[in-house]
């Protein structure tokens, strides 16, 4: 199989997209396949969940960004997550100003993961929340975009921004073939009255573009960054763990589908 780069995105904060990103990258890297995850937020927290020092990187995505050819010695390997990461650090802040300088600003991600991409199956990006030129690197380089979102009243304002710069982006011609590969339903409760409605009015606009598999809201998925672990890793048997095994084989099915 081709790799596959897939940016985990949502403009809206704190909807499980690192979650989601080191989750599905422990659980791909179960079922055999070979995962790079990037950790393109400044904030660091999915190099942090993932078990890796962010403050002691010698390298990380800043790197890369200005010198694609430092790829290979950043990459790391997160023991606990069986999987590699690109890791990130509040340096990376700095990499949003002094890009706007740079020529083909957009494409610096995309430049710098074709020279290892032939190494993995997947490779996962992790966004941050702002729509920035780092965010549009991830966009950039994808092949496509998994949406983490919460059933809540304002959840369909930050899908419809989010559509809005796809949009953008394929119109550019910079990367037209982009496509959402699908949208998750995170810390999913099926007893509330607005989850349920309005992940009902998801099932009928999204149709199969919203994944069947959702994540609930589980206690061991939100314990584990704290231990440096992937929730895979702290409670393979847990309700969030296993939901998320459940939603890499479903992806893992439709990208098959695809190709
Ligand atoms: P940001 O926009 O800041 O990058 P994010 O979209 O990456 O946030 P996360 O950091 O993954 O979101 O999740 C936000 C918070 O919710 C974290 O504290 C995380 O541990 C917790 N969380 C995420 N998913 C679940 C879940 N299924 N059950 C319980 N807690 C969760
Ligand atoms: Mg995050």
Request: proline share 3%; with cysteine.
């Given at each position: 199989?081709?790799?596959?780069?897939?940016?985990?995105?949502?403009?809206?904060?704190?909807?499980?997209?690192?979650t989601t990103?080191v989750n599905l990258a422990a659980s791909l890297?179960r079922?055999?396949?070979?995962?790079?995850?990037?950790?393109?937020?400044?904030?660091?927290?999915?190099?942090?969940?993932?078990?890796?020092?962010?403050?002691?990187?010698?390298?990380?995505?800043?790197?890369?960004?200005?010198?694609?050819?430092?790829?290979?010695?950043?990459?790391?390997?997160?023991?606990?997550?069986?999987?590699?990461?690109?890791?990130?650090?509040?340096?990376?802040?700095?990499?949003?100003?002094?890009?706007?300088?740079?020529?083909?600003?957009?494409?610096?991600?995309?430049?710098?993961?074709?020279?290892?991409?032939?190494?993995?199956?997947?490779?996962?990006?992790?966004?941050?929340?702002?729509?920035?030129?780092?965010?549009?690197?991830?966009?950039?380089?994808?092949?496509?975009?998994?949406?983490?979102?919460?059933?809540?009243?304002?959840?369909?304002?930050?899908?419809?921004?989010?559509?809005?710069?796809?949009?953008?982006?394929?119109?550019?011609?910079?990367?037209?073939?982009?496509?959402?590969?699908?949208?998750v339903?995170t810390?999913?409760?099926?007893?509330?009255?607005?989850?349920?409605?309005?992940?009902?009015?998801?099932?009928?606009?999204?149709?199969?573009?919203?994944?069947?598999t959702?994540i609930?809201?589980n206690?061991?998925l939100?314990?584990?960054?704290?231990?440096?672990?992937p929730g895979i890793?702290?409670?393979?048997?847990s309700k969030g763990a296993q939901s998320y095994l459940d939603l890499a084989k479903?992806l893992?099915?439709?990208?098959?589908?695809?190709?």
């Amino acid at each position: 199989m081709s790799c596959r780069i897939i940016a985990i995105a949502n403009q809206k904060g704190g909807v499980g997209k690192t979650t989601t990103t080191v989750n599905l990258a422990a659980s791909l890297a179960r079922m055999g396949k070979d995962v790079l995850v990037v950790d393109l937020d400044p904030q660091g927290n999915a190099t942090t969940g993932s078990g890796v020092d962010k403050n002691q990187l010698e390298f990380g995505v800043y790197d890369i960004l200005f010198d694609e050819s430092s790829v290979k010695k950043a990459i790391l390997h997160s023991k606990e997550g069986q999987f590699d990461i690109l890791g990130s650090n509040r340096s990376l802040v700095g990499a949003e100003i002094e890009l706007v300088q740079e020529l083909a600003r957009e494409m610096k991600l995309k430049l710098a993961l074709n020279t290892v991409k032939d190494k993995y199956d997947y490779i996962l990006i992790d966004s941050p929340p702002t729509l920035t030129l780092l965010t549009i690197n991830g966009l950039v380089a994808a092949d496509f975009i998994l949406v983490p979102m919460v059933c809540e009243y304002y959840a369909l304002e930050g899908i419809s921004d989010l559509i809005a710069t796809i949009n953008k982006i394929k119109k550019s011609k910079i990367n037209p073939s982009l496509e959402i590969i699908g949208l998750v339903r995170t810390m999913f409760d099926s007893r509330n009255n607005l989850s349920k409605e309005v992940s009902g009015q998801l099932e009928e606009y999204f149709e199969s573009d919203l994944f069947k598999t959702t994540i609930p809201r589980n206690i061991k998925l939100a314990e584990a960054p704290s231990h440096g672990l992937p929730g895979i890793a702290y409670d393979k048997n847990s309700k969030g763990a296993q939901s998320y095994l459940d939603l890499a084989k479903e992806l893992n099915k439709k990208i098959k589908k695809l190709s």
